[in-house]
Structures are given as C-alpha cells and as structure tokens.
C-alpha cells in the first residue's frame, strides 16, 4: 500500500485564502518532499524537508514535518488561481536507495 | 525547467501494436524511472533504472519493458498493447542533491483501442 496519504482529497478555497494540506506516512523517512501537477502534466517539485528538520519555508510554501506523528503539512499563503493543481507528498523511506512513494494527492481548487 | 523530455506526447493505437515510449533527460542523471498514473489517481512505479544496464521492475507490476543503454536514455516497451495499458506514463529523473528530488517529463497520455 502507499506510504503517503494527503488529506482533504480535494480542497476549494477563494483567491487570497491560505490553503493546508496534510500528509501522513508509516514507516522511518531519510525525507518528504512535495510535488505540484497541473491537469495533464507531469509533476514538479516544489520543497524538500529532511528528517531532522521541523519547519521549511520557499516562499509562499510553508512545510512541517513531526517525525513522532509521521506527518506533514504544506501550507500554500495568499492563494493564486494558478495555484489550481493536485498535490502529492513523497516519502523517501530509509532503506529505499533512491525510490519515492507517492501519495494519491490533493485536488486545490483556487476560485478567482 | 527540468530537462527531460517524453514523445510522445499523446499516442491512439489499436490493440496488438507494438509501441515505444520515449523518455531522455540532459541533467546526466544516473536514476530514472517509469510510473504510470491514471486520471486523478496515485503514481504507480513500474521500472526504475540506477544507471546504464540497470534496470528493476517495481511496486506494480507492468507487462512493459524498459531497457538503459545510454545515461540519458530511458524507453519503454510494450510488445502487444491491449485497451488495459491506457493510462498516462511518466517518466523522472533524479540525483542525490538534499536528497532525491525527482525531475518529470510532461508524460505520455496513451490510448489502445
């Protein structure tokens, strides 16, 4: 089964808002990485966090991670209409040499 | 923008074809890897290669073969498609930076009738 699940599975929300999306995963990760796909594209990544980080910003990104929960979360600020994707969260287990497990992602509605 | 480049970009066939799905990044990565996703669901790793000669099948298992003769080259294979291998088909690219972030081509959307 997949390492990652996003949750909500889908999201809408009005330009401007603050828009939050979480992840949790079940085994130990080296770390987690997040992933933007627009409608029939492939995906691009966005930010990356390590195991032994807490908190990581990339401009309007703001991503945690608490190990203990084996969570994350991904906060997109002041939303965009081109903020409209789906959203997946890849682990990188220990052990996996390389090999990310992907989520099912997080459908983001951003309305103009 | 990533450099890595899937043609092509749609493909129809009828079923009992044989088609090649190309996949080349210029990045000079030694990891690459194939995943097929159908519309609004999970990625699915079916093969992924360490380098030139290496190549694994992976989580799903994929009548598709995939062959790495060159660091920049990375086709799949399917000898007889069937109406059961449509989906999209991605392909990615990665090398140890923070950790293994991986680089997409803009995927191949396949249709077998």
């Known amino acids: 089964s997949q390492q990652g699940e996003e949750d909500p599975q889908a999201l809408s929300i009005q330009e401007g808002e603050n828009a939050t999306m979480n992840c949790s995963y079940k085994t130990s990760i080296n770390n987690l990485q997040w992933y933007r796909q627009n409608s029939g594209r492939g995906l691009v990544h966005l930010i990356l966090?390590?195991?032994?980080?807490r908190e990581k910003h990339s401009g309007r990104l703001r991503v945690t991670l608490d190990t203990s929960k084996k969570s994350s979360s991904l906060l997109i600020t002041a939303s965009r209409a081109a903020d409209t994707a789906s959203y997946f969260c890849?682990?990188?287990?220990?052990?996996?040499?390389?090999?990310?497990?992907f989520g099912k992602g997080i459908t983001l509605s951003v309305r103009p | 923008e990533a450099d890595i480049y899937q043609t092509p970009r749609y493909l129809v066939i009828g079923t009992g074809k044989k088609i090649t799905l190309e996949c080349s990044q210029t990045m000079g990565h030694d990891k690459m890897y194939w995943y097929q996703q159908d519309p609004g669901m999970e990625l699915h790793l079916i093969h992924y290669s360490y380098g030139v000669n290496s190549t694994e099948k992976g989580d799903l298992s994929s009548e598709s073969t995939v062959s790495r003769i060159r660091t920049e080259h990375f086709p799949l294979t399917l000898e007889s498609a069937r109406p059961s291998h449509t989906s999209q088909y991605l392909c990615?690219?990665?090398?140890?930076?923070?950790?293994?972030?991986?680089?997409f081509g803009p995927g191949t959307r396949l249709t077998v009738t």
């Open positions: 890849a682990t990188d287990p220990t052990g996996a040499n390389s090999k990310l497990t």
């Open positions: 966090i390590r195991s032994n980080e």
């Open positions: 990615a690219s990665s090398e140890y930076m923070s950790g293994y972030e991986q680089y």
